[in-house]
């Protein structure tokens, strides 16, 4: 697998590289944004692991533009410990944050981690699950909203199918951390609420006012299937 380390510490990338190489990675490196963005085009690595304070241009900004284009997993790295800063990348579709000084070891367990939950998907079950004019078919990795196609990231498929597979129970948030994202994670609770709101806003009337996706307050959120 490919490995693609965007930040304009060469120190950091240098290192980073090794390690990426010696647990059998094949690691790209980009000291800058338009560089990296050209890599990741050009050599559609399976994560990147990306640096928020670039000197072209920012990591969130980045962030954004990959996300127009393509779900690969990101991994974040700062100097800032901020919530603000987390809360910003995981909007912006971040699968992960790190904030600098970090061990290399616990970096290492992270992108594995990252790679094992995008790659092996959480739910066996072929079964395609209908709500009122919402089918989820997990045969296709496709949901339709009527005969409309809707576009969703792969976390926010694995997250709708597996509540709809439970339709009507509830879950924690951190529930959800360990049957989508996998307990062995390093994603906050708020990750939950940011994919929640997204979903909402694709598979509801009015995301307001939400009639499949329902918060369970002080509990955490369900699904309510409709009948065809």
Request: charged share 30%.
């Amino acid at each position: 697998m490919k490995v693609l380390v965007v930040d304009d510490e060469n120190p950091i990338v240098e290192a980073v590289a090794y390690n990426l190489r010696k647990e059998g990675f094949v690691a790209l490196t980009a000291s800058d944004a338009e560089q990296g963005l050209d890599i990741a085009r050009s050599e559609k690595p399976d994560l990147i692991i990306l640096d928020v304070m670039l000197p072209s241009a920012s990591g969130f900004d980045v962030c954004r533009m990959l996300r127009k284009q393509n779900d690969v997993p990101i991994i974040m790295l700062t100097a800032r410990a901020e919530e603000s800063d987390r809360v910003v990348g995981l909007e912006l579709g971040a699968d992960d944050y790190i904030t600098k000084p970090f061990s290399m070891r616990e970096l290492m367990a992270r992108v594995k981690s990252v790679l094992r939950r995008t790659h092996a998907g959480i739910v066996a079950t072929e079964t395609v699950t209908i709500s009122g004019n919402l089918t989820i078919d997990p045969n296709r990795y496709e949901v339709t909203l009527g005969d409309k196609r809707v576009e969703l990231s792969p976390k926010e498929f694995d997250l709708l199918r597996f509540l709809a597979a439970h339709a009507g129970q509830v879950f924690s948030r951190q529930a959800l951390l360990d049957r989508v994202w996998g307990a062995d994670a390093y994603v906050e609770d708020r990750t939950v609420d940011v994919h929640i709101r997204w979903l909402r806003e694709k598979v509801e009337v009015n995301p307001s006012r939400p009639e499949r996706l329902l918060t369970v307050r002080g509990v955490g959120y369900k699904f309510r299937a409709e009948s065809g």
